[in-house]
């Protein structure tokens, strides 16, 4: 995932099914036209704990678009023509399970999907029951850490992920509005550690400084919410992308 590039790596987030029923694969090309590095697609879900409020309203659009997991999989078919970024899937147990966590993980990766991640998921059960399910079918499970995991968890983790390890920059839910310097001990940690996963920082990533301020401290960064923002009343969605990514890159 990450042997093309090596420094400040993008991976933008955007709700499936948003803003419009069959927004996805326009979002997800004109990502890649943009100049993002990977495209996390979420699932959108009723009761997403880890998502704030604008991720949480894209869900709740998406809902009422008719998304689902069957519907964004249909729409994903022969997605590998178009996209050649690596693509994660986010979102919570509960559909997931709904769907059939072994169905789920065999159709996501025929359609050529490369990870997933699901903040609900419990290490132990992960160990115990779906972390063999999602190796065989070669399915890259990123785990998150915050700062107030210990350094012990931190390495378990990292040892369980594979793809990155997720680093939420502060406990708070996405889109905060926090200043990524309060939490540069934690940053610090991180990366004397040496974990044998990329790390990518997330959370309150919104704009070129904080942007730049987190691949100071990791392989790259996950912005959400800022681009949820850039695109929700959008006439022409690759129009936004492009100055969306451009104001964050140049």
């Not at 697609?41 to 009723?46: A, N, T």
């Not at 931190?154 to 905060?176: H, M, P, Q």
């Not at 990366?191 to 904080?210: A, M, T």
């Amino acid at each position: 995932m990450f042997e093309k590039k090596k420094h400040r790596v993008l991976n933008v987030y955007c709700t499936a099914g948003f803003p419009g029923p069959e927004s996805t694969m326009d979002v997800m090309e004109s990502l890649q036209q943009a100049g993002a590095d990977i495209i996390e697609l979420g699932m959108p879900y009723s009761d997403p704990l880890a998502d704030g409020p604008v991720i949480q309203a894209s869900g709740s659009k998406a809902l009422e678009n008719g998304m689902t997991i069957e519907k964004l999989f249909t729409q994903l078919k022969n997605f590998r023509s178009r996209i050649n970024l690596p693509v994660i899937l986010m979102g919570y147990m509960n559909p997931v399970l709904q769907y059939g966590f072994e169905k789920f993980c065999i159709d996501a990766s025929s359609l050529g999907v490369d990870g997933v991640i699901l903040p609900d998921l419990p290490m132990v059960e992960f160990e115990s029951e779906y972390g063999p399910i999602l190796r065989k079918y070669a399915l890259d499970f990123i785990f998150l850490v915050t700062p107030e995991t210990d350094r012990e968890r931190i390495i378990k983790l990292d040892e369980l992920s594979s793809g990155f390890l997720y680093a939420v920059s502060s406990s708070s839910t996405t889109g905060n509005d926090k200043d990524l310097r309060e939490q540069l001990t934690y940053f610090k940690t991180l990366q004397e550690l040496q974990l044998k996963n990329p790390v990518l920082i997330g959370f309150g990533i919104k704009d070129k400084l904080s942007f730049d301020t987190a691949c100071k401290y990791a392989r790259g960064a996950i912005i959400g919410s800022a681009y949820i923002r850039a695109i929700e009343n959008s006439s022409d969605i690759n129009r936004s992308t492009h100055q969306f990514l451009q104001s964050v890159l140049s």
